[in-house]
């Protein structure tokens, strides 16, 4: 269990035409819990493009992720997604010392529970064809599952809070950013395709006591160096894959890069089943 401390930011109305008035969250940082005042706004335009998160304390965290260790956890379910795809978990702000953030998320004003509604609303048109496709609930329930990725993760993303927008925000569309950001995210570091290219496959499922169709851990963390450069933190239920962990920092608002990895593997023999989908 993590202990945390919490920094208050004052409120701030971000009026829109026809939108209610927001107030700002409580957003988790490591350090001494304080009152601030924080400035109207930064518009993202305005923002240096050369910051990298978690390497300066006096940056707008409207410009910068504030929580800046980023986890983006794909998982393959052999029941669920594309064939030839992992799908999301979601990606996770973790402060810039590793540790995680609070279950409850960072801004109760913005819990949404209508995900699903606020998506099919929003001015992407395929997002919620993508989100059913590559982020589906392996629960049955996508609107829970997408609630709560977002209640947990997406509101302590700091540089989607609607004070970011200034005058130009419109309601809600942090929350569509915030998961088409990740679906692109997803597609740029497949780690599907860059398994397949170390010629690592899904093989037929397991039969017997000792499954003889195994890889093992250091081939899939050479896979995923020979694609980006770094390894991936692997997940599995006993001998069984359940998610590959990419670790990232960010340059200026929003450009993600992936680093070495902060947590822990929990494969040795690894079981990566075909999909029966």
């Not at 945390?4 to 930011?9: A, N, V």
């Not at 609303?121 to 829970?144: A, E, F, R, T, V």
């Not at 947590?263 to 023999?269: A, E, I, P, V």
Request: aromatic share 10%.
């Amino acid at each position: 269990m993590h202990l945390f401390t919490t920094l208050s930011f004052a409120a701030v109305l971000c009026t829109v035409l026809g939108a209610p008035s927001i107030r700002s969250p409580t957003l988790v940082v490591q350090g001494n819990t304080a009152d601030i005042e924080l400035p109207p706004h930064t518009m993202p335009g305005t923002c240096p493009i050369d910051t990298i998160s978690c390497q300066r304390k006096d940056v707008d965290p409207c410009c910068s992720p504030q929580n800046g260790l980023l986890v983006l956890a794909q998982q393959w379910d052999t029941r669920w997604g594309p064939s030839d795809e992992f799908t999301v978990h979601g990606l996770w702000p973790d402060t810039c010392q590793g540790k995680q953030l609070p279950g409850g998320g960072c801004d109760r004003d913005r819990a949404y529970s209508n995900i699903t509604d606020i998506l099919a609303s929003s001015n992407d048109p395929d997002i919620i064809s993508d989100m059913n496709s590559l982020w589906p609930s392996n629960k049955g329930d996508n609107n829970w599952f997408w609630s709560h990725e977002w209640v947990k993760h997406g509101t302590c993303v700091t540089t989607l809070h609607p004070r970011c927008y200034a005058n130009s925000y419109v309601p809600y569309q942090e929350v569509t950013e915030y998961f088409r950001s990740i679906l692109d995210l997803r597609a740029k570091y497949n780690v599907y395709a860059a398994l397949n290219a170390s010629g690592i496959v899904p093989t037929e499922p397991e039969s017997g006591r000792r499954p003889k169709n195994t890889y093992t851990l250091a081939q899939f963390k050479q896979a995923i160096r020979d694609a980006w450069g770094v390894e991936p933190n692997v997940k599995c239920r006993g001998r069984q894959l359940q998610e590959v962990w990419l670790w990232f920092q960010v340059r200026g608002r929003d450009t993600y890069y992936p680093v070495e990895p902060w947590g822990q593997d929990t494969c040795q023999r690894i079981s990566y089943q075909r999909k029966s989908t």
